[in-house]
């Protein structure tokens, strides 16, 4: 006959740790890849010598980024994989697919950011720049994720 376990009780203080706790680890990660992408920015501005208020207005910038990005990261991701066969191994055609995607999605969301948010200022040409580098890391780190799978 099976042996019954005894049902251990949890008092209410570690249910409701349970269940904040997903909420924070989920919170600190978000904030992370946030500070990341902050000093991502602050980093290539500072090489192209972008000029901007305040750190906090970059700050906002970079916020606003993120939040656009992620819808553009969907539909980038969803074009890819249209245009492009399931293989466990990434042609040079499949990669060019992805960076140009990337490239075009973040292009247009930097312009975006740039036409309606006015401390941080950038030409044309930085724009592009900028999208590329984006790109590139966002297609070289799909790139080795799918070459350890």
């Not at 991502?40 to 906002?60: D, N, Q, R, T």
């Not at 969301?109 to 044309?124: C, D, H, K, M, T």
Request: overall charge positive; aromatic content about 16%.
């Amino acid at each position: 006959m099976a042996m019954r376990q005894p049902k251990i009780k949890q008092n209410k203080d570690s249910k409701i740790l349970m269940t904040i706790l997903p909420f924070i680890l989920a919170g600190c990660s978000i904030a992370f890849v946030a500070a990341l992408y902050y000093f991502g920015f602050l980093g290539v501005f500072s090489i192209l010598e972008i000029a901007y208020e305040s750190p906090k207005h970059l700050a906002i910038f970079v916020g606003i980024y993120l939040l656009l990005s992620l819808a553009g990261e969907f539909f980038a991701k969803a074009c890819y994989h249209i245009l492009t066969n399931k293989q466990k191994t990434q042609t040079f055609h499949e990669y060019m697919v992805a960076f140009s995607l990337n490239f075009i999605m973040n292009w247009l969301i930097i312009s975006i950011v740039n036409g309606f948010y006015e401390p941080v200022r950038l030409a044309w040409y930085t724009e592009i720049v900028l999208a590329a580098f984006i790109a590139l890391i966002e297609a070289t780190l799909d790139h080795e994720m799918k070459k350890k799978k």
